[in-house]
């Protein structure tokens, strides 16, 4: 018996198997019910019972090395399936590559800016980082006027021309004037940052589309005309539009405009809270100050301009209740949109 076992201890070290159908068949030859291993406990039984220590001993480390090899051999085979195509499941399908969406944010700011493209609105683009001048100053924001308390500012440095945070995109209808030639007419997306409490309704940080148009004869019928054509792209053929008279230091007249609300129709629902109106964007004809400011001929020359928060069409076309789902990046809320593109 213990020759047998030498025997086949070294044969077990010796073993090798190419397919997983060859370990199995090891498998079966030692630990099998005729197993050669299961044979030897069979004949244990016969063993003079002062032989049985010594050669019980023997015979579980005989059974434990033939298990470990039988694994250590099905192990190398499943760990290296390419050199194995025996073990290798053709059928079972692949891993799935997940393709990223865009963000809602992006889709709403591209459409925007695809809609005015198409009425021969350019691209326009400014820093995020500006100074006094540019968000306030040449916008007719006097110094110490009640209208800066609307916007909420960060400050970087102070000093008569403070260097801060963009509170709005219209700095960037300012530094367009100041450079472009005469007519403009662009379109301005961008981020903008307002020192505010984050709640479902306000941000820190969010994003506008700025709209400039300015040339000779530029009217109030034309800008309404201009928001009119958008909120049917935007929200749909039926849409429509009606403008309130507002305050901003930059155009005069000021309005405010509504569009139809899309969910209800106008009847009155929660998300227009029962006016059938929803508040998209500000505008209002350029402040004749605001273009000296910047170097045009206010006698020669006028325009319109609009500004309107992306989040917040975002939130109109979608119903989206809370801003901060578009920070938050859950990937739950994000596959939303996947299909929208
Ligand atoms: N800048 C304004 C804001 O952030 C939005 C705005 C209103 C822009 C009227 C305009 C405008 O260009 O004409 O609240």
């Known amino acids: 018996m213990k020759e047998k076992i030498e025997e086949l201890l070294r044969e077990i070290e010796r073993l090798k198997a190419q397919k997983l159908q060859e370990v199995e068949e090891i498998r079966v030859k030692l630990l099998g019910k005729k197993g050669a291993v299961t044979r030897l406990f069979e004949e244990f039984r016969e063993v003079l019972p002062e032989q049985k220590k010594e050669f019980g001993q023997r015979l579980n ?6 298990a470990e090899k039988i694994e250590e051999l099905r192990r190398k085979i499943e760990d290296e399936p390419a050199a194995n195509t025996a073990g290798f499941d053709y059928t079972k399908p692949g891993d799935r590559f997940e393709l990223g969406g865009r963000h809602p944010i992006s889709i709403t700011r591209e459409e925007i800016i695809a809609i005015f493209n198409k009425f021969g609105y350019a691209l326009a683009e400014g820093p995020e980082i500006e100074d006094d001048w540019h968000v306030f100053g040449a916008l007719n924001f006097p110094p110490e006027h009640p209208a800066r308390d609307m916007q909420d500012t960060f400050f970087i440095s102070s000093g008569p021309n403070p260097v801060l945070l963009r509170t709005h995109t219209s700095s960037v209808q300012v530094r367009s004037m100041e450079r472009m030639p005469l007519p403009i007419r662009i379109i301005c997306p961008g981020r903008v940052f307002r020192n505010e409490a984050i709640s479902a309704r306000a941000h820190c940080i969010f994003h506008q589309v700025e709209g400039l148009y300015i040339d000779k004869n530029v009217s109030f019928a034309d800008l309404k005309q201009a928001v009119l054509l958008f909120a049917r792209e935007m929200f749909g053929e ?57 170097g045009i001929d206010s006698k020669e020359y006028s325009g319109f301009a609009f500004g309107m928060g992306v989040e917040r069409i975002a939130m109109l076309k979608w119903q989206v209740k809370d801003l901060r789902l578009y920070f938050e990046n859950d990937v739950r809320f994000l596959k939303e949109f996947d299909s929208v593109i």
């Open 238 to 294: 039926e849409t429509k539009v009606r403008l309130r008279p507002s305050y901003f230091p930059f155009t005069e007249p000021s309005a405010e405009v509504d569009v139809s609300c899309n969910i209800c129709k106008g009847k009155g629902c929660n998300i227009c809270k029962g006016t059938g109106w929803l508040e998209i964007m500000g505008c209002g004809m350029v402040d004749p100050n605001v273009l000296e400011a910047s």
């Open 61 to 66: 480390i005989l059974k434990t090395k033939a």
